[in-house]
């Protein structure tokens, strides 16, 4: 039987914990296309950052990072407020277990509170299966209700060969004439 599930907002102090889940990726896979794993800093900052405007969730078990999940700007101008890209990586011996549904579900609601209208993934894909590229993610991201969008071609380049790149859509509401304002989360009492 598996441990419940805590959801939390983020901080720097995470950052090493956070490092930890991610490096496997950077390293072993071409999930991310990232060559070199961000030190504890870079994470913190990179947190910091994210957690001026957007939610950064943790997911933990017993106390320790099971998981997270954050949004960031999609493009960074005014006319894209209503949408961001979403992200999230899991310990990889923690999948396939609900924790990602979870946080996945937890942000989504935050992004509704915050008047986010548009969810983006860009994701990793590979025609041909490989050690380092299985198109879980994408199938994660259809199961959480993604359509895919865009296709970009060999786009990527690691571990001596090229990837394909896919876009991911989630609509989260109806998108009316006047929109309400983005509301950054460090302005929402009670985001989780």
């Known amino acids: 039987m598996y441990e419940k599930t805590e959801i939390r907002m983020a901080s720097a102090a995470d950052a090493g914990e956070i490092r930890e889940i991610f490096a496997p990726y950077v390293t072993e896979t071409a999930i991310s296309f990232e060559y070199e794993v961000p030190s504890a800093e870079e994470m913190a900052r990179r947190i910091g950052n994210t957690l001026k405007k957007y939610p950064y969730l943790v997911a933990l078990e017993g106390g320790r990072i099971v998981g997270y999940s954050y949004a960031s700007a999609f493009v960074g101008r005014a ?12 310990r990889r011996d923690c999948r396939g277990r609900g924790i990602g549904r ?12 915050q008047n986010i209208l548009n969810l983006n993934a860009c994701i990793a ?27 970009f071609t060999k786009c990527g380049y690691k571990f001596g060969r090229w990837y394909d790149m896919v876009w991911m859509e989630k609509l989260l509401g109806d998108h009316p004439d006047s929109p309400a304002p983005v509301i950054p989360v460090t302005c929402l009492q009670n985001a989780i």
Do not use: C, Q
């Open 79 to 90: 006319a894209y407020d209503w949408a961001v890209e979403t992200t999230i990586y899991l």
């Open 102 to 113: 979870a946080l996945y579900l937890a942000l989504e609601d935050i992004l509704r509170k």
């Open 125 to 151: 894909h590979t025609p041909v299966k490989d050690a380092r590229l299985d198109n879980s993610s994408e199938a994660f991201h259809r199961h959480m209700g993604y359509s895919k969008v865009a296709h």
